[in-house]
């Protein structure tokens, strides 16, 4: 009888399992006599002081691998990185954003996931829809933490209408399960003006802040729509009007809680404070910035990060080239990212530094975060311009680990276009001072936000 398995691609150079002798291609069976049934459990069963391994090698011979270890990675990569199939999702959002993609782009664009285990390992928010029973107990078993949560809206029947899926409103009965066990989660609103917003955004934040303290903080996002909605749900986009109206909901509420708990918990993406004309709030009342992903104080962080990274050089300790350069983001971060450059550029006027806008004209002009921007939009844009010595370029901009635009357009190719050098830049304040004025980043270099702010759209 063939044993059940996960094949190991890779061993980490100067890890345990090169120690151990383990090597790609062979088998991992059991841990402490235990069967893995996928990463949850290998992360648990790995995060022990000692273990036995159980190992089939290439030969079919059997190892058993004794280690003693201070929860220290192993360094194996096996070839399916949550060691069983990925759980799509079994909804359709009204809102979705994959819904909203032409045709005609790469496979994996198209693939919507709703896995809790992507949830630990990368930060997505589920919707708890096709989570089992039997998934919630391991969560809880395993003591894994935080798990992210796409709320949306707190009314069953809402909830069922916004995701298609008759379901969708019993799934929230699985936050008292993980209240409960004291399990700490995020969540997630993605707001949709005449759907979930006014009363109904009331009682969503009225009904999660019963599970203070585990559920750490919400974040409130407005829907992004983009010109492919051809057959989809009618939505309209915020204005200030109705952005001002978010706005003072959740800030009343943000007071509300700090009066109580000392935490703000309820968030507005900065696009919302954009689109309604207002200052975004002091640092204090992000409470550490827990929604940073979802574009939550991101600019405000930017700022104190550049003035950080500033504070910490010296000219006079530093030899800064004269040079003209370019950076290229999205509409909305625009105008806060050239406010950063003019700051930059005072302390050290070496530095010619052009801002660009781009038009998000492949998706539509209601997109207008960085990550959503395509190479084919940059290059249009930016041909005729003075682009300098070199072209800056968020890290958001391309596809994770790569450098291929949303398009499939290359760096390469956006480079020989426009005849400049594309430097990709980390996302952080420290990253941008560094990247313009050209120098290494040191290794210890500060956690930062994604200066361009992301929304990229994940893979």
Request: net charge negative; hydrophobic share 40%; charged share 25%.
């Given at each position: 009888?063939?044993?059940?398995?996960?094949?190991?691609r890779a061993i980490e150079p100067g890890s345990i399992a090169e120690e151990l002798e383990l090597e790609p291609g062979d088998v991992l069976l059991e841990i402490n006599g235990n069967p893995i049934q996928d990463v949850f459990d290998y992360k648990y069963y790995e995060d022990s002081e000692n273990m036995v391994m159980l190992v089939e090698k290439a030969d079919k011979e059997l190892w058993e691998l004794e280690t003693w270890h201070d929860y220290e990675d192993l360094g194996i990569v096996f070839e399916n990185s949550l060691m069983s199939d990925y759980k799509s999702c079994c909804n359709k959002c009204i809102f979705c954003f994959i819904d909203q993609m032409p045709p005609g782009m790469r496979e994996t664009l198209y693939f919507k996931d709703d896995d809790s285990r992507l949830s630990f390992l990368q930060g997505n928010y589920i919707t708890?829809?096709?989570?089992?029973?039997?998934?919630?107990?391991?969560?809880?078993?395993?003591?894994?933490?935080?798990?992210?949560?796409?709320?949306?809206?707190?009314?069953?029947?809402?909830?069922?209408?916004?995701?298609?899926?008759?379901?969708?409103?019993?799934?929230?009965?699985?936050?008292?399960?993980?209240?409960?066990?004291?399990?700490?989660?995020?969540?997630?609103?993605v707001l949709c003006r005449e759907f979930n917003d006014g009363a109904e955004l009331e009682r969503t934040i009225h009904d999660l802040r019963k599970y203070l303290p585990y559920m750490e903080s919400v974040s409130v996002v407005p829907v992004g729509l983009s010109k492919f909605r051809d057959g989809l749900e009618p939505l309209k986009p915020f204005d200030k009007e109705s952005a001002e109206a978010a706005l003072e909901i959740i800030e009343r509420h943000q007071r509300e809680i700090f009066q109580e708990h000392?935490?703000?918990?309820?968030?507005?993406?900065?696009?919302?404070?954009?689109?309604?004309?207002?200052?975004?709030?002091?640092?204090e009342r992000y409470d550490g910035y827990p929604q940073?992903?979802?574009?939550?104080?991101?600019?405000?962080?930017?700022?104190?990060?550049?003035?950080?990274?500033?504070?910490?050089?010296?000219?006079?300790?530093?030899?800064?080239?004269?040079?003209?350069?370019?950076?290229?983001?999205?509409?909305?971060?625009y105008p806060y990212l050239k406010k950063q450059v003019e700051k930059i550029t005072r302390q050290f006027p070496q530095k010619k530094v052009h801002v660009y806008a781009v038009r998000n004209e492949f998706f539509g002009e209601m997109i207008t975060v960085a990550g959503l921007l395509t190479g084919q939009d940059l290059i249009r844009q930016l041909q005729?311009?003075?682009?300098g010595q070199r072209l800056l370029l968020?890290?958001?901009?391309?596809?994770?680990?790569e450098e291929v635009f949303l398009d499939d357009i290359t760096r390469r190719q956006a480079e020989n276009t426009l005849q400049v050098p594309v430097n990709i830049v980390k996302s952080g304040g420290q990253d941008l001072v560094y990247g313009i004025l050209g120098l290494e980043e040191p290794e210890d270099g500060m956690e930062g936000s994604a200066f361009y702010e992301g929304y990229e759209l994940r893979e």
């Open positions: 009888m063939e044993r059940q398995g996960h094949k190991i708890l829809t096709n989570m089992k029973d039997e998934d919630i107990e391991r969560i809880i078993r395993f003591h894994l933490a935080p798990i992210n949560i796409s709320v949306h809206t707190t009314n069953p029947e809402l909830r069922c209408r916004m995701l298609h899926n008759r379901f969708a409103g019993e799934a929230l009965k699985k936050i008292d399960l993980l209240y409960e066990a004291q399990v700490p989660m995020n969540g997630q609103i000392g935490t703000h918990f309820i968030h507005a993406s900065d696009e919302f404070y954009i689109l309604a004309g207002r200052e975004l709030p002091d640092e940073l992903e979802n574009g939550v104080g991101m600019l405000r962080l930017l700022d104190r990060e550049v003035t950080d990274a500033l504070t910490e050089l010296s000219e006079e300790d530093l030899f800064i080239e004269h040079e003209t350069i370019s950076i290229a983001t999205g509409l909305l971060a005729g311009k003075e682009l968020p890290c958001c901009m391309f596809r994770s680990g």
